[in-house]
Antibody, heavy 124, light 108 residues
Framework: QLQLQESGPGLVKPAETLSLTCSVS??????????WGWVRQPPGKGLEWIAN???????YYNPSLKSRVTISVDTSKNHFSLKLTSVTAADTAVYYC????????????????WGRGTLVAVSS | SYVLTQPPSVSVAPGKTARITCGGN??????VHWYQQRPGQAPVLVIY???DRPSGIPERFSGSNSGNTATLIITRVEAGDEADYYC???????????FGGGTKLTVL
């Protein structure tokens, strides 16, 4: 059974870089048509899409975060990662990694499997 | 970018039907997915492609999408349905994924 697990520091200083990893277990991260993403949720607020990466390496970014975000895949470690630079208190959130699927193959991918999330606080 | 608008809250008595809306410009021409998020938990997909249910989701959950409004419908509401619900779509004109602001469902 496929499972996702986020890991990374729970506290990051302002202006520094937030780095998170999502470990994939139960299947290869390079399975055909595999698609992976990050979503965050500030305390008490709604969900915000951050970025996705396709198994081929094609990336998609939220335009409001694009200048600060990098998503990547490490197939040797079967995990994918998120880097967010120049963080501020506004980046304090629970960060979720997720798998995207599209069983109708029409391109309207949805997040069908989520990690438990990891809280990252930005504070000095 | 595309904007999805949800009411902040919806209240319903147990056993009744809850309807949670998701508004967007000509959203009926797009494909909407819905997530349930219970307090302290990760979101769970409850409806995809407007009206399909993943395995394990009760038949009480259904969806529709037409005009400028997509709707998540929960019949015979139970206390366990109390949660935040989010609509989401892929904006194919910009290749961006968009979430609505979320609706808190309260079971009275």
């Amino acid at each position: 059974q496929l499972q996702l697990q986020e890991s990374g520091p729970g506290l990051v200083k302002p202006a520094e870089t937030l780095s998170l990893t999502c470990s994939v277990s139960g299947d290869s991260i390079r399975s055909s048509n595999s698609f992976w993403g990050w979503v965050r949720q500030p305390p008490g607020k709604g969900l915000e899409w951050i970025a996705n990466i396709f198994y081929s390496g094609t990336t998609y970014y939220n335009p409001s975060l694009k200048s600060r975000v990098t998503i990547s895949v490490d197939t040797s470690k079967n995990h994918f990662s998120l880097k967010l630079t120049s963080v501020t208190a506004a980046d304090t959130a629970v960060y979720y990694c997720a798998r995207l699927s599209d069983d109708k193959t029409y391109g309207h991918y949805y997040f069908d499997l989520w990690g438990r999330g990891t809280l990252v606080a930005v504070s000095s | 970018s595309y904007v999805l608008t949800q009411p902040p809250s919806v209240s319903v008595a147990p056993g009744k039907t809850a309807r949670i809306t998701c508004g967007g410009n000509n959203i009926g021409t797009k494909t909407v997915h819905w997530y349930q998020q219970r307090p302290g938990q990760a979101p769970v997909l409850v409806i995809y492609y407007d009206s399909d249910r993943p395995s394990g989701i009760p038949e009480r959950f259904s969806g529709s999408n037409s005009g400028n409004t997509a709707t998540l419908i929960i019949t015979r509401v139970e206390a366990g349905d109390e949660a935040d619900y989010y609509c989401q779509l892929w904006d194919n004109t910009s290749d961006h994924w968009v979430f609505g602001g979320g609706t808190k469902l309260t079971v009275l």
